[in-house]
DNA sequence: GATTATCGGGG
DNA sequence: GTGTACGATAATC
C-alpha cells in the first residue's frame, strides 16, 4: 500500500523498477512482446534460424526467443476482423530491436514499437501517482500522495552563451516549503546563502540536497541546468548519481530536445507544460510568472551576473532564488493536473509530463485497444508521414472581420464542438467506409463528403471520447453536489483537476486525427470534423443575427458579436440579459452533447484581419490574438511603438492618438533623438560563420568582430545598428560601439511601421499618413 | 503563393 | 532505449 512514484527497466537487475516512494518492486515476470501476422510457430522459428545461418551465428538469435503462442485478435487493417496471429515474446527489451528487423523481412508484424515500460503501463493495471495496493492488484484512494517537492536552478559566470567547458556554476538555488537556499561559491550577505569553498562542493552539495526529494522542478532543466550540471560535474570526475537507488541521471539528446531522467524521482520541467497549457506569446519564465500570478518578477538579466557577483551584490543572490521560487509555485500549480493526465492516460508522470496531447491520446487510445483485444495500427513510415504531412484540407470556418475599432462585444463559443461531432457521426479510422454494413443498410447512411460511417459498432475514437465524457460528468455531478454542500474539500480540488484534465484529452482527439505520426490518423475523418464544424458555426453564426446580433467575426468554433441595432443602444445588461435569451433558444435547437455558451464581455476591440484582432476587457486586461511580433530579435524602439498603439486604441479609444504614437517616434527618430541602445536588432548565429550560404546582417556583423580579433561562437547573440550609406543592408550593419550613425529610413520602414501599419490599416489610415509627418516636422523644426 | 530558414526556453 | 516525434512565423524564392 504505497504510491508509485516512477518506472524504469533497471538494465543491471533486468527488471522493471516500479519506484514507491519509500520502496521498490521489482517487476520480473511482464516480458517484451509483439506480434506476427502469421500461425505458422515453426515457420517463424526456421526464418530465423535461416537467418543466423545465412549470417553465420551461432543460434544467437533463437535463444532470445522466450515463446511464440497464438492469439486471437481484432486487426485494424483487416476489415477489423477478428483473426488468429503469432504473439512472440522475447527476453530482454532490447531483443525487441533485432528480432523484428529480422522478421519484418518474413511477415507484416505490429506493435514492436512499444517503449517496455509504457507496454507495462498499458497492459497492467497499476495507475502511476495513485496509491495502490500491490498485494490486491487495486487503488486505495484517490488522494495526492504528499510527495515531497523541490525547485531547482542554476546560475553560470560567463559573458556570451554559456560553455561548459570553461564557464564555472556559482550558484544553485532551491525552494522547497521548508528549504529556501542559494548554495554559493561565494560568501554574499544575505540569509538564504549558504556558502562552500568550490564549484566541486557546490557540485556534490546540489545532488546531496536533490537527492532529499521525491518532485524536482525546473524551468528548462531539461535542456539547460541539468545537461550544463553534468558536464560541468564530469570535468571534475563527478557522476551524478541522483536516482532513488543511486542510478545516475540519464539525459537523452533527441535533435533539438534533450531529457534529463532520474530514475525514481521525478524530474517536471515546467517549461514544456507552461506551453502547453498556457496560451501566451512569449514563455520566459517572468510570462508564465505574471500569467499565472499577476506578479512582475525582476528579472537578473543574464547579461548582469558577472558584473554583480564581482562586485558582492547581494540582491543577485535574492534575484537567484527568486527564479526558484516562482519555479516552485509554477510546479505546484500544475503539478495536480500532470498528475490527473498520468493516471487518465496511465502512463508515468516523467512521460506525461514531456508528451504532446496528441501523445497522450496515442496511450489512451492503446490502453483501450488493448482492453478491446485490438492490435493498433502501426506508426506511419517515412514516407508515408511525409505524405501525410503534405497533405491539408479546409480547416474551420474563419469570418472575414469586419474591420475597425467596436465597442460592447459579447463572445460565444461552442462547448467542445469537435468531440460531440465524432461522438454523433461515429468517425474514427476503421469505421469510415466500412465492409460491415449491408448496402442496404448503407442506402439509408448518410453520406458526408462521398464517406459513410458504420452504423453497427462504435469506433475506437468515438468509444474512447464517450468513456472521457461520462468520467468527466460523473466527476462532475459529484462535483456540483459537493459544491451544494459546501464542501471545497481536497477530494473537490482532486476531481476539478480530474474533470480538467479529461476536458483537455478529449478536446485533442480531432487534432489527433490529424495527426501526421497517429496511429489512428484519419486525414477523412478529420476533414469530416471540420465541415461539419463549419455548418453548425455558420448555421448558428444566421441565427445569431437573426436574434438581433452582428457579428463581427468568427472563428472555427465562436464568435464575436455586437448588439445589431443602433438605435436601440443596450446597457452591459440589457446586452447579457439578450446574450442569455439567444444562449437558451439556440440550446434547445443543438444536438445532444453540442453546447454554445457565454465567453465573454469586452468593452472594446479592434478587428484587423482573420486571426489578427486585439481585446480589452472592463479590468483593462488585453487579450492580442495574432498581431504581436515582439520577439527578442526586433528594435526596442519597435516593440514600444507596438505596445503604445495598441494602449492608445484599446483603452483610450483614439486612432488619433495611436496614430500620434506613430508620427512621435518617427519624427524621433529622424531628429535623431533615439537612444542608439534602443536601436539594437538581436540576431542569434545559428551556424557557423562559414556555413552561411546568404548574406545576412548579423553573419556580416560577426566577421567584422572576428576581424577585430574578437571571438565569435556558434549560438551568440549579435546586436547590431543599421548605420546609414549606400551599400547594401548586411554591409551597413555594426555593433553599437561602432555605429556612428543610423539608417532613419531602415528603422522607418522595417522597425516601426511593419507591426503597426496592418492595425492602422484596418483603420482606414494609409501608411504615407503615418509617414507625412515630415512636412509639419521640417516646420517644428525649422520654427523652432 | 509556396518553400526555406529561424527561434524558442535557460545563463 | 521496443521512440526519427515541434510548431509558429519571418524571410525568400
Redesign the pocket.
Known amino acids: 500500500m504505497e504510491s508509485l512514484i516512477d518506472l524504469d527497466?533497471n538494465?543491471d537487475d533486468l527488471c522493471i523498477y516500479l519506484y514507491l516512494i519509500n520502496s521498490i518492486i521489482k517487476e520480473k515476470d511482464f516480458k517484451?512482446?509483439?506480434y506476427v501476422n502469421s500461425t505458422d510457430k515453426e515457420q517463424i522459428l526456421e526464418f530465423l534460424k535461416d537467418y543466423e545461418k545465412k549470417h553465420k551465428l551461432d543460434s544467437e538469435i533463437s535463444k532470445m526467443i522466450e515463446n511464440i503462442e497464438t492469439v486471437k485478435k481484432i486487426v485494424f487493417d483487416e476489415n477489423y476482423q477478428e483473426k488468429e496471429l503469432s504473439k512472440v515474446t522475447v527476453k530482454y527489451?532490447?531483443n525487441?530491436?533485432t528480432v523484428?528487423e529480422i522478421l519484418m523481412e518474413f511477415e507484416r508484424l505490429y506493435?514492436?514499437?512499444?517503449?517496455?515500460?509504457r507496454?507495462y503501463l498499458i497492459d497492467n493495471s497499476v495507475i502511476p501517482t495513485s496509491t495502490w495496493d500491490f498485494e490486491n492488484n487495486k487503488k486505495i484512494d484517490n488522494k495526492i500522495p504528499d510527495f515531497k517537492t523541490v525547485s531547482f536552478?542554476?546560475?553560470?559566470y560567463?559573458n556570451?552563451?554559456?560553455n561548459p567547458k570553461k564557464d564555472p556554476i556559482i550558484m544553485a538555488s532551491f525552494s522547497s516549503k521548508d528549504f529556501n537556499t542559494v548554495v554559493s561559491t561565494k560568501k554574499f550577505d544575505h540569509e538564504k546563502l549558504e556558502y562552500v569553498k568550490d564549484e566541486k562542493e557546490l557540485i556534490k552539495r546540489i545532488i546531496e540536497i536533490l537527492k532529499e526529494y521525491d518532485i524536482i522542478y525546473t524551468?528548462?532543466g531539461d535542456?539547460?541546468?541539468f545537461p550544463y550540471l553534468k558536464k560541468r560535474a564530469e570535468s571534475f570526475g563527478l557522476e551524478l548519481k541522483l536516482g532513488k537507488n543511486d542510478e545516475k541521471i540519464?539525459i537523452?539528446k533527441?535533435?533539438?530536445n534533450s531529457k534529463s531522467y532520474i530514475p525514481g524521482r521525478v524530474h517536471i520541467d515546467l517549461?514544456p507544460i507552461a506551453r502547453r497549457l498556457l496560451n501566451l506569446t512569449?514563455?520566459?519564465?517572468?510570462?508564465v510568472t505574471e500569467a499565472l500570478f499577476d506578479v512582475k518578477k525582476v528579472d537578473?538579466g543574464?547579461e548582469n551576473?558577472p558584473k554583480m557577483w564581482d562586485n558582492l551584490d547581494e540582491t543577485l543572490v535574492e534575484y537567484?532564488h527568486q527564479?526558484a521560487y516562482y519555479t516552485q509555485r509554477i510546479g505546484e500549480q500544475f503539478l495536480p493536473l500532470e498528475i490527473m493526465f498520468s493516471r487518465v492516460v496511465n502512463q508515468s508522470l516523467y512521460?506525461i509530463n514531456?508528451?504532446?496531447s496528441?501523445?497522450m491520446v496515442?496511450y489512451l487510445l492503446l490502453k483501450n485497444s488493448y482492453k478491446m483485444g485490438v492490435i493498433a495500427p502501426n506508426?506511419p513510415?517515412?514516407k508515408e508521414?511525409q505524405k501525410r504531412i503534405r497533405s491539408s484540407y479546409e480547416g474551420g470556418y474563419v469570418k472575414e472581420p469586419l474591420k475597425g475599432i467596436h465597442e460592447d462585444i459579447v463572445s460565444m463559443d461552442f462547448l467542445s464542438l469537435y468531440p460531440s461531432i465524432i461522438m454523433s457521426h461515429n468517425l474514427s479510422p476503421e469505421t469510415i467506409d466500412c465492409t460491415c454494413c449491408s448496402d442496404e443498410e448503407n442506402g439509408e447512411n448518410e453520406e458526408i463528403l462521398g464517406h459513410k460511417f458504420c452504423k453497427k459498432s462504435i469506433g475506437i475514437i468515438p468509444k474512447t471520447l464517450m468513456d472521457l465524457i461520462n468520467r468527466r460528468k460523473k466527476v462532475k455531478k459529484v462535483l456540483r453536489e459537493k459544491a451544494e454542500k459546501g464542501e471545497f474539500d481536497e477530494e473537490y480540488q482532486i476531481l476539478d483537476y480530474e474533470q480538467r484534465s479529461i476536458k483537455v484529452l478529449a478536446n485533442s482527439h480531432y487534432g489527433y486525427l490529424a495527426?501526421p505520426?497517429a496511429r489512428w490518423y484519419s486525414r477523412d475523418c478529420a476533414e469530416i470534423t471540420t465541415h461539419l464544424g463549419r455548418q453548425y458555426i455558420q448555421k448558428t453564426i444566421e441565427e445569431a443575427e437573426n436574434f438581433g446580433f452582428k457579428v463581427i467575426y468568427a472563428d472555427t468554433d465562436g464568435f464575436y458579436s455586437k448588439w445589431a441595432d443602433d438605435k436601440e443602444k443596450l446597457s452591459k445588461y440589457e446586452l447579457l440579459e439578450k446574450t442569455r435569451e439567444f444562449l437558451k433558444n439556440i440550446n434547445n435547437t443543438l444536438p445532444g452533447e453540442m453546447e454554445l455558451e457565454f465567453e465573454g464581455y469586452f468593452k472594446r476591440g479592434i478587428f484587423v484581419t482573420k486571426k489578427k484582432y486585439a481585446l480589452i476587457d472592463e479590468n483593462e486586461k488585453i487579450t492580442v490574438k495574432?498581431l504581436e511580433?515582439v520577439?527578442?530579435?526586433w528594435s526596442n524602439v519597435s516593440k514600444n511603438t507596438q505596445k503604445n498603439v495598441l494602449n492608445a486604441l484599446l483603452k483610450e479609444g483614439s486612432v488619433e492618438n495611436a496614430k500620434k504614437v506613430i508620427q512621435d517616434t518617427i519624427k524621433e527618430l529622424k531628429d535623431g533623438k533615439v537612444n542608439n541602445e534602443d536601436l539594437l536588432i538581436h540576431?542569434?548565429?545559428?551556424?557557423r560563420i562559414e556555413d552561411?550560404?546568404?548574406t545576412?546582417p548579423?553573419v556580416e556583423v560577426a566577421k567584422k568582430i572576428l576581424k577585430s580579433g574578437n571571438r565569435v561562437n556558434t549560438g551568440d547573440?549579435i546586436s547590431y545598428i543599421i548605420t546609414s550609406g549606400n551599400k547594401s543592408i548586411s554591409e551597413r550593419a555594426e555593433i553599437l560601439e561602432n555605429a556612428k550613425n543610423y539608417d532613419t529610413n531602415y528603422y522607418i520602414e522595417n522597425q516601426i511601421l511593419?507591426p503597426v501599419i496592418r492595425l492602422m490599416e484596418a483603420l482606414g489610415i494609409t501608411k504615407d499618413e503615418l509617414k507625412d509627418s515630415k512636412k509639419q516636422y521640417t516646420l517644428h523644426h525649422f520654427l523652432k
Open positions: 527497466y538494465s517484451p512482446y509483439f527489451p532490447n525487441v530491436k523484428r506493435e514492436y514499437d512499444i517503449p517496455f515500460v507496454r536552478d542554476i546560475e553560470v560567463c556570451k552563451e554559456p524551468y528548462n535542456n539547460f541546468d540519464k537523452t533527441g535533435g533539438m517549461y512569449k514563455y520566459r519564465l517572468e510570462n537578473v543574464h551576473i537567484s527564479d512521460d514531456r508528451m504532446s496528441s501523445q496515442e506508426r513510415s517515412g508521414y495527426f505520426m495574432g511580433v520577439r527578442r530579435d540576431t542569434q548565429l545559428t551556424k552561411y550560404k546568404t545576412a548579423h547573440v511593419p
